[in-house]
């Protein structure tokens, strides 16, 4: 057999790698997934995102993730879509699905299993299985090192509020990702046997005596400055968090589609405002 022949049947026979075989077109849905990808390296086979995922700059954007309109999404001809359980609405994804899309729908839970499993999941989309493993040791480590940060401190009492202007106040249950994130930099979350976003009384929050409180919302670019929480939320200059002005404003895309790397980048802010206060 020819030499020339005889390499080319042995190569014939090797599997293709994930940067050889032909990359998926994948649009992004929610900043939790689009991040994800970004630190795995799949960057270069993202075609759209949805307009709450910040990076990359420069790519289409397919509109709000929960109302996803297919024909915007299919002139794109992505081969993947993929996002959180909040991704919607379902007759869209159907529809995607019917098209010849695959739609990567990932379960989300407000724990690092649950991130973790994301990111494996997602290595094995892009082809790239031990860049899941690197960012999953990355994703140890940084909890590690808030868990030793936190045992460093006084465990305050902190709260996490939900604001919309015309709209009830909501604090954070035990079960959120805010929650979590309280957790992680080593706060004490008093309403952790709640369950979801619940609204809360002025009395309560009086009651409570949070030290040190944490708000969002739609509009949380609005709140970076406490004057502006307490003129919406009275009761709080009642309170050890009010009275010392430590109120801080959450970028709301570190609480959407689970816990994720702005999570945890949010975690570390909070447990050197916890510090502040211990």
Not at 77 to 101: F, H
């Amino acid at each position: 057999m020819a030499p020339r022949l005889a390499l080319a049947l042995w190569l014939s026979c090797i599997p293709l790698s994930g940067s050889i075989m032909a990359a998926e077109r994948i649009i992004s849905v929610g900043p939790a997934t689009t991040e994800l990808i970004l630190a795995l390296g799949g960057e270069k086979q993202l075609v759209a995102t949805d307009i709450s995922s910040q990076d990359p700059k420069g790519l289409p954007r397919v509109g709000y993730h929960r109302a996803l309109a297919a024909e915007g999404i299919l002139s794109l001809s992505p081969t993947l879509v993929v996002g959180s359980d909040e991704m919607g609405p379902k007759a869209t994804l159907e529809q995607l699905g019917r098209a010849g899309v695959k739609v990567e729908v990932q379960a989300t839970a407000p724990t690092l299993a649950n991130l973790q499993l994301r990111i494996t999941t997602l290595a094995k989309l892009l082809g790239d299985k031990q860049a899941g493993e690197r960012l999953n040791e990355r994703v140890t480590q940084e909890a590690a090192r808030l868990a030793t940060d936190a045992k460093q401190n006084k465990p305050l009492t902190v709260v996490f509020l939900l604001l919309h202007k015309g709209q009830p106040t909501s604090i954070a249950g035990g079960d959120t990702t805010a929650s979590t994130l309280i957790t992680l930099a080593g706060g004490v979350n008093p309403v952790a046997t709640l369950r979801g976003y619940k609204p809360v009384s002025t009395e309560s929050l009086i009651e409570m005596q949070p030290d040190l409180v944490l708000v969002s919302g739609r509009d949380w670019q609005q709140y970076q400055h406490p004057q502006a929480v307490l003129q919406q939320v009275s009761s709080l200059r009642a309170t050890p968090a009010g009275k010392r002005l430590a109120i801080h404003a959450i970028d709301g895309h570190a609480l959407q589609g689970g816990l994720s790397l702005m999570t945890l980048a949010q975690a570390s802010k909070v447990a050197g405002w916890i510090k502040q206060g211990s």
